[in-house]
């Protein structure tokens, strides 16, 4: 269950995307690839979603200290299934605590 706290997109800033994500990203926003990613510059190529200078994804936005995506109905695939690893529910379930307490 989310509760807007924006804590997957403002600390984890490496997100890979595949070329799929960034075709519908590239669709949905009608913005050049080189706004929307980074290549990894390894071996195998690869993406990174780009990320604001204070790490945050480009595609978060607030309001009234509720955070929501922009682009959401175009996120990428690792979005989407998020969260998927027990860190992440990890994080996820003390988030719903910490504003449970607010």
């Known amino acids: 269950m989310c509760i807007k706290c924006g804590t997957c997109c403002r600390e984890f800033p490496f997100v890979r995307i595949t070329t ?3 075709n519908r990203l590239i669709d949905f926003t009608h913005l050049p690839i080189s706004q929307i990613a980074n290549s990894d510059r390894q071996e ?3 993406y990174f979603l780009q ?3 204070n ?3 480009i595609f978060l936005t607030s309001s009234n200290n509720n955070y929501y995506c922009s682009v ?3 996120r990428p ?3 989407r299934s ?4 027990d860190i992440q529910f ?3 379930n003390e988030n719903i605590i910490k504003m449970a307490r607010v």
């Open 20 to 22: 799929q994500d960034i």
């Open 44 to 46: 195998k190529p690869g």
């Open 51 to 53: 990320f604001k200078e």
């Open 55 to 57: 790490g945050e994804c």
């Open 72 to 74: 959401y109905l175009a």
């Open 77 to 79: 695939s690792l979005c």
């Open 82 to 85: 998020y969260p998927k690893e």
């Open 90 to 92: 990890k994080v996820c």
